[in-house]
């Protein structure tokens, strides 16, 4: 089993990463944490996704040499996959942080629990 993991290190790692930002996702209360969490699961899944594409041996598919046999090539669509993840990712952590910086303006915590408990209280008021 360990030489599996050995062979396989890249991909072990990467769902390692993927747990950790899981756990963060479901056992912290904290709102930062929880950003930070998902960008740890994030990063564990690019991770996974570039170890994929990658195959030992073959070059990028830049036919520079007029060779087009596909086989010496490795696959350009998980590199894509992977960079477009990037951006969205780094979309979607901006917009959790203002969101992150507009709750604490409004309640003064980022503790989920608080947040939701005074947001209830305010709700049973009107």
């Given at each position: 089993?360990?030489?599996?993991?050995?062979?396989?290190?890249?991909?072990?790692v990467?769902?390692?990463?993927?747990?950790?930002?899981?756990?963060?996702?479901?056992?912290?209360?904290?709102?930062?944490?929880?950003?930070?969490?998902?960008?740890?699961?994030?990063?564990?899944?690019?991770?996974?996704?570039?170890?994929?594409?990658?195959?030992?041996?073959?070059?990028?598919?830049?036919?520079?040499?007029?060779?087009?046999?596909?086989?010496?090539?490795?696959?350009?669509?998980?590199?894509?996959?992977?960079?477009?993840?990037?951006?969205?990712?780094?979309?979607?952590?901006?917009?959790?942080?203002?969101?992150?910086?507009?709750?604490?303006?409004r309640?003064?915590?980022?503790?989920?629990?608080?947040?939701?408990?005074?947001?209830?209280?305010?709700?049973?008021?009107?």
């Amino acid at each position: 089993m360990i030489e599996a993991l050995l062979a396989n290190y890249e991909e072990a790692v990467a769902v390692v990463l993927f747990v950790i930002g899981l756990s963060m996702l479901l056992f912290q209360r904290n709102l930062i944490r929880k950003i930070i969490g998902m960008n740890i699961m994030d990063t564990g899944c690019f991770l996974f996704l570039a170890s994929m594409g990658y195959i030992a041996g073959r070059k990028a598919p830049i036919i520079a040499d007029g060779a087009a046999d596909a086989s010496r090539y490795i696959n350009p669509v998980p590199a894509g996959l992977v960079l477009t993840g990037i951006v969205v990712s780094v979309s979607v952590t901006a917009v959790m942080l203002s969101l992150s910086v507009r709750l604490y303006r409004r309640y003064h915590t980022l503790n989920l629990d608080e947040i939701y408990q005074m947001a209830r209280d305010h709700q049973e008021d009107r």
